[in-house]
């Protein structure tokens, strides 16, 4: 009986530790399942700014862009910091500025201009020459089919206008690659308008960066750029008055609703605080 009793007694022990053992080796297994499962959460609220933020491209080292479908002088201008001016008058493109596709752009240079007289050398031939044009040189290494032609308002700017109603969130900075211009908070759905009369000389997302990009040519001096749209409401050579809605306000990441906005002025990102009217 008393060997009966012993062995009762070191059976329920044996069932009890196998029972704490158990519990203790299922608690292991959920909490190493925990910590496991914490290296799968995303890291809500983050946002790789610098992968994304509008900045000006490098000068490719062949100091030449091969035009793509969509571009216009401007947006290539635009996208490399440069006036539009000066990269007509190296490429030899006289206003309204045509373009066409795989059309080669040159970046930087200037043109060579002859200081010697040439002598004219009359041909004996019945069939008259037809001179060459620079829109001619314009086509050479490209289709027939023009991308773009735009015509600029030659008006000074009068007075300019806030683009949407809001607080600036991010100011303008030209030091490095932080942003060219500033980021302003808006209001759901709100419509972005024009700070000036002017004339759309781009209209698209083609430019990396700046998501849905509206670039409107005040004047020969100035143009403004409205980026991070949800939805473009004009099309390019449409003429816009100060006011006008351009598009529908976006954002950038979880940075919602948001305008980016930039002033140019002869090509060269300036403060729009300076052009802006105060608040």
């Not at 060579?112 to 086509?139: D, E, G, L, M």
């Not at 100011?171 to 759901?188: E, P």
Request: aromatic residues 8%; contains cysteine.
């Amino acid at each position: 009986m008393q060997i009966v009793g012993q062995m009762r007694i070191a059976y329920k022990i044996s069932k009890l530790l196998t029972h704490k053992l158990s519990g203790a080796l299922m608690l292991c297994l959920v909490l190493s399942g925990c910590a496991s499962d914490s290296f799968h959460y995303s890291n809500v609220g983050s946002f790789d700014h610098s992968s994304s933020s509008p900045r000006t491209k490098p000068m490719p080292s062949s100091g030449v862009y091969r035009v793509d479908s969509g571009d216009t002088l401007f947006s290539i201008a635009f996208s490399y910091g440069l006036d539009y001016r000066h990269v007509a008058e190296i490429n030899n493109i006289p206003a309204p500025y045509t373009i066409y596709p795989n059309q080669k752009i040159r970046l930087k240079g200037s043109i060579k201009r002859s200081t010697t007289p040439t002598k004219t050398v009359a041909k004996k031939t019945s069939t008259p020459q037809k001179p060459v044009t620079k829109n001619a040189i314009a086509k050479v290494n490209s289709s027939s089919k023009p991308v773009s032609t735009v015509k600029i308002p030659d008006k000074k700017v009068s007075s300019w206008r806030w683009p949407i109603s809001g607080s600036v969130t991010r100011g303008f900075s030209s030091a490095g690659v932080s942003s060219k211009g500033i980021d302003i908070r808006g209001k759901d759905a709100e419509h972005v308008k024009a700070v000036a009369d002017g004339i759309v000389v781009y209209a698209g997302n083609g430019l990396i960066g700046y998501g849905n990009l509206v670039i409107v040519k005040h004047n020969e001096v100035y143009l403004s750029a409205y980026a991070y749209n949800e939805r473009i409401l004009v099309k390019e050579k449409q003429s816009v008055r100060s006011g006008d809605s351009l598009a529908i306000i976006g954002g950038k990441g979880t940075e919602k609703p948001l305008l980016h906005f930039e002033v140019r002025r002869d090509g060269q990102p300036i403060d729009p605080l300076k052009v802006l009217p105060k608040k």
